[in-house]
């Protein structure tokens, strides 16, 4: 848009001011894509405060029969379906998570989801878009996956090959631009097309593997590296054990195109990789 079609506001996630906000503006799409998910942002506690409190705070200030939202676009992430080593090939959108969340972060995608549920069901003339990001890669990106895939090493779990799925920073505001052009209710996993293995992935970006993280205390050893340098964190671990794969022709069904496959999200990190010291 042209500046004289678009208005910036910076306001607190405060119900009350977004609400006047959306009331003054006659806003009739909310796009929500607040949602920090990465242990190098910020702090769990602020991570809750933002994710669950801010999205509350959202979904009461879109709501109430003089409300002009029509349509609410939310990121989320496919963390919401966890890592376990009894998980399918492939998780569709119908799929629940099977076993309940541990991690904090992954409580707050579940309590979101809850929340939308509960909005949707409350308001069944609005569309409610939720969109299940895959982690995101891209050379504006600055997150644990992004730091570890950048190492000159990749510390690797013993005995491990886990299966690795992303999608490229551009698909997701692609992803997102989707979603406010065309009517889409419901939730939709947005990942690259493919899913490549650890060691796949480690080949790409030319960097050598090494498998040097114990099977058992695995989380300690990571804590220990990451105290000492190494770009690991105890976030990833039960990704790089069991790995996690999502499907994504829900979304694709819509008409939308991804534009860079797994591999051609890597192969372009591996371009900005060696572009970004010159």
């Given at each position: 848009?042209?500046?004289?079609?678009?208005?910036?506001?910076?306001?607190?996630?405060?119900?009350?001011?977004?609400?006047?906000?959306?009331?003054?503006?006659?806003?009739?799409?909310?796009?929500?894509?607040?949602?920090?998910?990465?242990?190098?942002?910020?702090?769990?506690?602020?991570?809750?405060?933002?994710?669950?409190?801010?999205?509350?705070?959202?979904?009461?200030?879109?709501?109430?029969?003089?409300?002009?939202?029509?349509?609410?676009?939310?990121?989320?992430?496919?963390?919401?379906?966890?890592?376990?080593?009894?998980?399918p090939?492939f998780?569709?959108?119908?799929?629940?998570?099977?076993?309940?969340?541990?991690?904090?972060?992954?409580?707050?995608?579940?309590?979101?989801?809850?929340?939308?549920?509960?909005?949707?069901?409350?308001?069944?003339?609005k569309?409610v878009?939720?969109?299940?990001?895959?982690?995101?890669?891209?050379?504006?990106v600055?997150?644990?996956w992004?730091?570890?895939?950048?190492?000159?090493?990749?510390?690797?779990?013993?005995?491990?090959?886990?299966?690795?799925?992303?999608?490229?920073?551009?698909?997701?505001a692609?992803?997102?631009?989707?979603?406010?052009?065309?009517?889409?209710?419901?939730?939709?996993?947005?990942?690259?097309?493919?899913?490549l293995?650890?060691?796949?992935?480690?080949?790409?970006?030319?960097?050598?593997?090494?498998?040097?993280?114990p099977p058992?205390?695995?989380?300690?050893?990571?804590?220990?590296?990451?105290?000492?340098?190494?770009?690991?964190?105890?976030?990833?671990?039960?990704?790089l054990?069991?790995?996690?794969?999502?499907?994504?022709?829900?979304?694709?069904?819509?008409?939308?195109?991804?534009?860079?496959?797994?591999?051609?999200?890597?192969?372009?990190?591996?371009?900005?990789?060696?572009?970004?010291?010159?």
């Amino acid at each position: 848009c042209s500046s004289d079609l678009t208005e910036f506001v910076e306001v607190a996630d405060a119900h009350s001011l977004i609400r006047r906000i959306v009331d003054a503006a006659e806003i009739d799409t909310v796009v929500d894509t607040r949602l920090v998910l990465d242990p190098l942002i910020t702090t769990p506690k602020r991570a809750h405060e933002n994710n669950v409190i801010g999205t509350m705070n959202i979904l009461t200030a879109c709501s109430g029969p003089d409300s002009p939202v029509r349509k609410l676009v939310v990121r989320s992430s496919t963390r919401y379906y966890g890592v376990h080593q009894d998980d399918p090939a492939f998780f569709t959108e119908e799929m629940r998570r099977p076993h309940p969340p541990k991690n904090l972060l992954d409580k707050d995608v579940c309590e979101v989801e809850d929340a939308l549920r509960t909005f949707r069901d409350r308001h069944p003339e609005k569309i409610v878009t939720v969109l299940r990001f895959a982690t995101e890669i891209g050379p504006d990106v600055r997150s644990a996956w992004q730091r570890y895939l950048s190492a000159p090493v990749i510390p690797t779990i013993l005995g491990f090959d886990p299966r690795i799925q992303f999608i490229h920073e551009d698909d997701m505001a692609h992803c997102l631009e989707h979603a406010v052009r065309f009517d889409l209710d419901g939730i939709y996993n947005c990942a690259a097309d493919g899913v490549l293995a650890l060691s796949e992935v480690a080949g790409l970006l030319g960097t050598p593997t090494a498998p040097v993280l114990p099977p058992v205390g695995t989380e300690a050893a990571m804590a220990l590296m990451q105290r000492a340098g190494v770009p690991v964190h105890p976030d990833l671990e039960r990704t790089l054990r069991f790995g996690k794969a999502v499907d994504n022709r829900r979304y694709k069904a819509t008409g939308f195109r991804f534009t860079h496959t797994t591999r051609e999200t890597l192969l372009a990190l591996r371009k900005h990789l060696k572009l970004a010291p010159l």
